[in-house]
């Protein structure tokens, strides 16, 4: 099992920047695929982006290309997001998880493993 943690959520205006970081550990090398997902009250969660292979594979939802990036470190210890020109709808709980097996999802019904999220509020 792989544990998670999220952190550098917080409040910010729109158009600002926020980086979140997500520490793994346990059996992370078990694991191919991370990726970031979003909960807003009232809504669904939805996948933000995914990375595979160490970095080989990404995914963007739509509504966050090229406005984020993720990436994750070479012992896939620490996975990253960053997010720029942020807007009040990206306004969410953000959640890191994990999964055994490709293919590159942003799924989250195909991921196993999850972090307790961190809150991320983009004010107007």
């Known amino acids: 099992q792989v544990q998670l943690v999220e952190s550098g959520g917080g409040s910010v205006q729109a158009g600002g920047s926020l980086r979140l970081s997500c520490s793994a550990s346990?059996?992370?090398?078990?694991?191919?695929?991370m990726g970031w997902f979003r909960q807003a009250p009232g809504k669904e969660r939805e996948g933000v982006a995914s990375?595979?292979?160490?970095?080989?594979?990404?995914i963007y939802a739509d509504s966050v290309k090229g406005r984020f990036t993720i990436s994750q470190d070479s012992a896939k210890t620490t996975l990253y997001l960053q997010m720029n020109s942020l807007k009040p709808e990206d306004t969410a709980m953000y959640y890191c998880?994990?999964?055994?097996?490709?293919?590159?999802?942003?799924?989250?019904?195909?991921?196993?493993?999850w972090g307790q999220g961190t809150q991320v509020t983009v004010s107007s």
């Open positions: 998880a994990s999964k055994k097996w490709g293919p590159i999802s942003n799924d989250p019904d195909e991921y196993n493993s």
């Open positions: 346990g059996y992370t090398y078990r694991y191919a695929c």
């Open positions: 990375i595979c292979g160490g970095g080989g594979a990404t």
